[in-house]
């Protein structure tokens, strides 16, 4: 919502000429004529933002090029269908000769970096980089996760404006405390992001141009906090998979053992051993022991996940049912030792 994309006149098409409906409107750096309308800049800035995270990080597919000869803000009608919201104005892409794929891997890494630096998580933020491709073989992750860590204690939630106005001191203090690290740059840009790194600079000059207070660490921490709940809602789903399976496994156990036994009994299993039923009793009870261990740790697990992410009352119910389990566990072993 709130965002265009001209359509194609094909009726006007050749193998040659490539028509498009006319979307000419405001250049998103001519900020004087954004303002005349009434149009907030800042407004402008954030849906340009938002944007680019449905793009990179949901999608998987992007404009690479948002420059300002490919942007444009354009004041609408009440009704238009590109602004359901009726902000008055939309946002128009153009010119898609240049976009980028983000693979599955690449996304699932970018995601990761997203919520570090959401949370101020520097230990995630360095398994992003891994899982990017982007720390070289040599790499020393614990001084890396240490100055990410400063980086956060001392630059995060500032806006653009206010990290231009930051004492030199402070960046000496930091270069040198981390002079192996910044000489040495253990960092590879491996292919499948460059076109996406390019973009993402000229992005953020564009969102500070509208707006000189644009604050992308604030702009950042609400989408973190959607994926994490995205992220516990997958691991939900995977617990409650876990807990089906291994709850039909569970469920049918005494009746295929019984069914064994009455084969026994009947004399269709020839045996040698008399000792053997009792045997497959202590295997039954081992069985429903571990299946019941493995249940209470993919709760326990599914019910720590919920808890960072936010998600409370799935979390509880989750952890007590973990604890009934456990307890069953203890029980059954104390009072069934062979």
């Not at 906090?225 to 291994?246: D, F, M, P």
């Amino acid at each position: 919502p709130g965002v265009c994309i001209p359509r194609v006149v094909w009726s006007l098409c050749t193998t040659r000429v490539l028509v498009l409906e006319d979307v000419s409107a405001i250049k998103i750096s001519d900020y004087e004529e954004i303002s005349a309308p009434g149009i907030d800049r800042a407004e402008v800035a954030q849906r340009l933002f938002e944007t680019y995270l449905q793009q990179i990080f949901r999608d998987g597919f992007f404009h690479a090029d948002p420059h300002p000869g490919n942007l444009f803000v354009a004041p609408v009608s009440p009704g238009d269908r590109h602004d359901p919201n009726n902000s008055g104005w939309v946002l128009t892409f153009i010119d898609f000769g240049m976009v980028g794929l983000v693979p599955p891997q690449i996304k699932t890494g970018l995601r990761e970096m997203v919520i570090g630096v959401g949370t101020r998580d520097a230990a995630r933020v360095v398994n992003s980089y891994q899982m990017l491709g982007v720390l070289l073989p040599h790499a020393d992750l614990e001084m890396i996760e240490a100055a990410e860590e400063k980086i956060f204690e001392q630059f995060w939630g500032k806006s653009m404006q206010e990290l231009q106005q930051i004492d030199v001191d402070d960046v000496r203090k930091f270069a040198s405390e981390y002079r192996e690290l910044l000489y040495e740059m253990p960092i590879q840009i491996p292919d499948d992001i460059l076109y996406l790194g390019r973009c993402v600079a000229i992005l953020s000059g564009m969102c500070t141009g509208l707006n000189s207070d644009f604050n992308v660490w604030k702009g950042l921490a609400p989408f973190a906090q959607e994926l994490i709940q995205e992220e516990s809602g997958e691991i939900w789903e995977q617990v409650l998979t876990e807990i089906t399976t291994w709850g039909s496994l569970l469920i049918n156990l005494p009746r295929r053992v019984d069914t064994t036994l009455t084969k026994l009994e009947s004399g269709k299993i020839a045996v040698r051993n008399p000792n053997l039923e009792r045997r497959f009793g202590r295997i039954e009870q081992t069985n429903r022991r571990l299946i019941g261990a493995v249940i209470f740790t993919a709760l326990m697990t599914g019910g720590i996940q919920l808890a960072l992410g936010g998600a409370t009352i799935p979390a509880i119910i989750m952890l007590s049912v973990s604890a009934i389990i456990f307890a069953w566990v203890i029980i059954s072993g104390n009072g069934n030792n062979p």
